[in-house]
């Protein structure tokens, strides 16, 4: 795979470190021999040792013929992935890199345009949900095909390395996406919870704080706060609504 073929400038190499050089051809080496959708999760699994996110997008988008996008999803409940589908082709943080040929930190786009995007569709689910991360395209123009990566949970910093690490992603992972049908969605099992932090969930659907579940359940406030670093941790999320909706969506609570 020569560089005009990926896309990748031969120079990017520079940027990085022997880790990540040898992390990168790792994931190589998986997404090659990628055969079903549970081998995905060694890939993203393989990609948290570059970029720690938390939820991931990855968008194959034909752009001539009849066929239609393919994407990769992971750790987005289910109900933002439908609303982001139904709205895809209004997604403003793709319109951006196309124009720019750069890549996108999610948070610091929305910061400056928010005031023009917000009736966007797109826009109100990146800022109510997919707000802290990096986004980036890559034009394959020997197969006419768009391939979009997204990276969600953590605070970008977009700089030569994470440029390069994206890159080198965005061609590894299109080949993955060239196998997986029109849409399919994958999430890590989580954790077993046990019977505490399913409880302390159920308090956290109900909108109570750190402090009234210690008083529920007269513990101490610091006994809940490590519960909920629990419950973080096993659901693969950063926020506490996140993990009520994954929970939800998982059926480890009621809604």
């Known amino acids: 795979m020569d560089s005009q073929e990926t ?50 997008l990855l968008v194959r988008h034909p752009v001539v013929g009849n066929s239609k996008p393919s994407y990769i999803i992971r750790g987005v409940p289910e109900p933002i992935v439908r609303e982001y589908l139904a709205h895809e082709k209004t997604d403003p943080i793709a319109t951006e890199i196309l124009r720019t040929k750069k890549t996108i930190d999610i948070a610091d786009f929305y910061k400056k345009h928010y005031s023009t995007l917000k009736k966007n569709p797109v826009a109100q689910i990146y800022y109510g949900y997919l707000k802290d991360g990096l986004a980036d395209i890559q034009l394959n123009d020997r197969n006419k095909v768009i391939t979009g990566l997204a990276f969600y949970g953590f605070s970008a910093r977009i700089n030569h390395r994470i440029n ?24 890590e099992k989580p954790s077993p919870l046990t019977g505490k932090e399913i409880e302390i969930l159920q308090w956290l659907k109900e909108g109570k704080t750190s402090w009234e579940i210690s008083m529920i359940r007269h513990i101490a406030e610091s006994t809940v706060n490590f519960h909920i670093t629990n419950i973080l941790r096993k659901l693969h999320v950063t926020k506490r609504t996140q993990a009520v909706a994954v929970a939800i969506q998982d059926k480890l609570i009621e809604f």
């Open 164 to 187: 390069a690490i994206v890159q080198y992603a965005l061609s590894f992972l299109s080949s993955v996406s060239e196998k997986i049908g029109n849409y399919e969605k994958f999430s």
């Open 7 to 56: 896309g990748i400038e031969l120079n990017l190499y520079q940027h990085l470190s022997k880790f990540d050089m040898k992390i990168l051809i790792e994931m190589g080496y998986l997404c090659s021999a990628y055969k079903k959708p549970d081998d995905i999760e060694s890939i993203f699994k393989k990609m948290q040792d570059l970029i720690p996110f938390q939820q991931i």
